[in-house]
């Protein structure tokens, strides 16, 4: 997701946050942003290091400077943190969400959805006389554009994981 600014100062920013794979992580991660009123717009978690029991946190939110700044000075004190990083201010990245589209329909409303679906390179998971399924990868407004096209052809369901990120480059979140 690419930095943006709203008339009143917000950005949104795209923080990974390297974790111990350990109980309760995720519980005190959310615990910061509910308890201070920050606002998730997106949230993923997956261990990444099973060796050294890490686990890699994408949280996307949205504040001032000055807010996103105390947000990861607050995940930077959290015990089990050991890398905090903006990806958003540190350089070019890449964003991807994966998405389940289902489009309910029959005739030429589903023959649209999957001429789209191809156009989108979306692949088709699952499909009946009545129903086909897609799976997208993709940044959040290729999704979201998407998910617009589908709605008029039977749009019946969206699933979609929020963002991953990761630094372009040789640039590393290293623990």
Not at 27 to 37: D, E, Q
Not at 49 to 76: F, N, P
Not at 95 to 118: H, N, P, Q, S
Not at 123 to 130: G, L, N, Q
């Amino acid at each position: 997701m690419s930095e943006k600014l709203s008339n009143e100062g917000q950005r949104t920013a795209t923080i990974a946050v390297l974790v111990e794979n350990e109980a309760g992580v995720l519980a005190r991660v959310i615990g910061l942003f509910s308890g201070r009123g920050y606002n998730i717009e997106s949230l993923t978690v997956a261990p990444v290091d099973e060796e050294r029991r890490l686990s890699r946190i994408t949280v996307v939110t949205t504040g001032t400077d000055m807010i996103i700044e105390q947000i990861k000075a607050q995940l930077d004190r959290l015990v089990p943190v050991h890398t905090v990083s903006d990806l958003t201010m540190e350089g070019p990245h890449l964003t991807r969400e994966l998405a389940l589209i289902k489009v309910v329909g029959r005739g030429e409303a589903r023959m649209e959805a999957l001429r789209l679906g191809d156009a989108f390179r979306a692949r088709v998971v699952d499909a009946s006389h009545e129903s086909a399924t897609f799976e997208m990868t993709g940044t959040a407004e290729k999704i979201d554009a998407f998910v617009a096209l589908m709605r008029p052809l039977g749009l019946a369901e969206v699933s979609r994981t929020g963002a991953v990120a990761i630094a372009r480059g040789p640039r590393s979140l290293a623990a």
